[in-house]
């Protein structure tokens, strides 16, 4: 059974940090495209990053310079780092994970619980 479990969610005031970690199970995560996406009520979902087993990443131009994407293949862990917060940054964000290359975040195969992020002004 695939599993993604998120953690790290909360809330900070603009310009803060958080560190968003999300933990695989059930697939084969060091061939496994790795992403993240955020989705607020009412909007289309909005893919932010991913990082390829070979390690390369790609950024959303919203979130690029200030969230960097990692992973550790040991502990089967990607994490999303989020600097200089700001308050249109408050959404659900997912962990995404696809044995094909990540595109969209309403093609991905596997997604996890979501964790809520609340940046005040």
């Known amino acids: 059974e695939v599993q993604l479990v998120e953690s790290g969610g909360g809330s900070v005031q603009a310009g803060g940090s958080l560190r968003l970690s999300c933990t695989a199970s059930?697939?084969?995560?060091?061939?496994?495209?790795m992403g993240w996406y955020r989705q607020t009520p009412g909007n289309e979902c909005e893919l932010l990053s991913t990082?390829?087993?070979?390690?390369?990443?790609t950024y959303a131009d919203s979130v690029k310079g200030r969230f960097t994407i990692s992973q550790d293949n040991a502990k089967n862990t990607v994490y999303l780092q989020m600097n200089s917060l700001k308050p249109e940054d408050t959404a659900v964000y997912y962990c995404?994970?696809?044995?094909?290359?990540?595109?969209?975040?309403?093609?991905?195969?596997?997604w996890g619980q979501g964790t809520q992020v609340t940046v005040s002004s």
């Open positions: 995404a994970a696809d044995p094909l290359p990540i595109l969209h975040c309403t093609t991905v195969q596997y």
């Open positions: 059930g697939f084969t995560f060091d061939d496994s495209d």
């Open positions: 990082i390829s087993s070979d390690g390369s990443t």
